[in-house]
């Protein structure tokens, strides 16, 4: 039986004080949520098109779900994030999910493209996890096979903290025997300044 792929893109509503805070120190809360709106529609547009997935908006503050904030598509379906910390609204929708393997990104990778999210559901029918790691020790990609149904993974996790894939894998391992993890290639996301200046050159040298 072929199961649904699900892609979950994480996302906050684009509003001057609430996305980019570090960037915004530089640039200014308006230039802030430009770049974070340039960087979501770059995510959510070309992954909601793709007919091997289906893509999910998961958008937080909830009031907000259902604004499309011009990201939109005939298959994106949208999801409110709910309450709680980060690791409470990823372990709401990764349990409520039809079945089929699931795959988490955010919105602020200028590297994530198709053929990446691609490879990582390919990596799960070998794979009971997948992680793409990042540089802060965090990562910009989680996935599961969900067969078995992982539950509670994402709970005790230092979030936004040099142990954060250490946590979750740590989470892995306490709910499957040996559990088979495939791990990525390193990217980083766009949270300052620096890492900002850094994807335009490299964007530029293209």
């Given at each position: 039986?072929?199961?649904?792929?699900?892609?979950?893109?994480?996302?906050?509503?684009?509003?001057?004080?609430?996305?980019?805070?570090?960037?915004?120190?530089?640039?200014?809360?308006?230039?802030?949520?430009?770049?974070?709106?340039?960087?979501?529609?770059?995510?959510?547009?070309?992954?909601?098109?793709?007919?091997?997935?289906?893509?999910?908006?998961?958008?937080?503050?909830?009031?907000?779900?259902?604004?499309?904030?011009?990201?939109?598509?005939?298959?994106?379906?949208?999801?409110?994030?709910?309450?709680?910390?980060?690791?409470?609204?990823?372990?709401?929708?990764?349990?409520?999910?039809?079945?089929?393997?699931?795959?988490?990104?955010?919105?602020?990778?200028?590297?994530?493209?198709?053929?990446?999210?691609?490879?990582?559901?390919?990596?799960?029918?070998?794979?009971?996890?997948?992680?793409?790691?990042?540089?802060?020790?965090?990562?910009?990609?989680?996935?599961?096979?969900?067969?078995?149904?992982?539950?509670?993974?994402?709970?005790?996790?230092?979030?936004?903290?040099?142990?954060?894939?250490?946590?979750?894998?740590?989470?892995?391992?306490?709910?499957?025997?040996?559990?088979?993890?495939?791990?990525?290639?390193?990217?980083?996301?766009?949270?300052?300044?620096?890492?900002y200046q850094k994807a335009q050159n490299k964007r530029l040298r293209k």
């Amino acid at each position: 039986m072929n199961l649904t792929q699900h892609l979950v893109i994480f996302a906050k509503a684009p509003r001057l004080g609430t996305v980019k805070s570090r960037l915004a120190a530089d640039v200014g809360e308006v230039e802030a949520v430009r770049i974070y709106r340039q960087l979501a529609e770059q995510t959510i547009r070309p992954l909601s098109r793709d007919a091997r997935w289906q893509t999910y908006l998961a958008l937080t503050p909830d009031k907000d779900a259902l604004n499309g904030f011009g990201w939109s598509s005939p298959k994106l379906a949208r999801l409110p994030q709910g309450r709680g910390d980060l690791g409470d609204r990823l372990g709401r929708i990764h349990h409520d999910l039809a079945p089929g393997p699931v795959i988490f990104i955010g919105t602020d990778l200028p590297d994530i493209n198709n053929e990446r999210v691609a490879r990582a559901f390919k990596a799960l029918g070998n794979y009971d996890a997948v992680i793409g790691p990042a540089g802060d020790g965090g990562y910009w990609l989680i996935g599961f096979k969900r067969r078995p149904r992982i539950l509670d993974v994402f709970n005790n996790i230092r979030w936004s903290s040099s142990h954060t894939m250490k946590d979750t894998i740590r989470n892995i391992e306490a709910k499957i025997h040996q559990p088979r993890i495939k791990l990525l290639e390193q990217l980083n996301d766009i949270d300052d300044i620096a890492s900002y200046q850094k994807a335009q050159n490299k964007r530029l040298r293209k």
